[in-house]
């Protein structure tokens, strides 16, 4: 079992910068796969980036050259890096875990936490 913990979500004015966390508690960290989803009002979740075990990454369109994901193993923590930041941009954040290879299909991950609120100001 892993437990995963967001943090660091908030109000930010467009084009504004904010980094966003997560904690993970429960099995070995580094054995998987990290993923950053996002969620808006009205709209299904969607994949925003992901990091392999050994820190390979994979971003959405969306994120490609604003967003840069993380991890540092020996924290037990992801993190996502969010640049010149957009209204639309504004959604719940969830981070997912699963063991293996890396996917964009949020169903396919195992756990996940309770999110964090990520609003940015027009």
């Known amino acids: 079992q892993v437990q995963l913990v967001e943090s660091g979500g908030g109000l930010v004015q467009a084009g504004g910068s904010l980094r966003i966390s997560c904690a993970a508690s429960?099995?070995?960290?580094?054995?998987?796969?990290m993923a950053w989803f996002r969620q808006a009002p009205g709209k299904e979740r969607e994949f925003v980036a992901a990091i392999s075990w050994s820190g390979n990454t994979y971003y959405a369109d969306s994120a490609k050259g604003r967003f840069t994901i993380s991890r540092d193993n020996a924290k037990n923590t992801v993190y996502l890096q969010m640049n010149s930041l957009k209204p639309e941009d504004t959604a719940v954040y969830y981070c997912?875990?699963?063991?293996?290879?890396?996917?964009?299909?949020?169903?396919?991950?195992?756990?996940w936490g309770q999110g964090t609120q990520v609003t940015v100001s027009s």
């Open positions: 429960g099995r070995t960290f580094s054995n998987y796969a």
């Open positions: 997912a875990a699963r063991v293996k290879v890396i996917v964009t299909m949020a169903a396919l991950y195992d756990y």
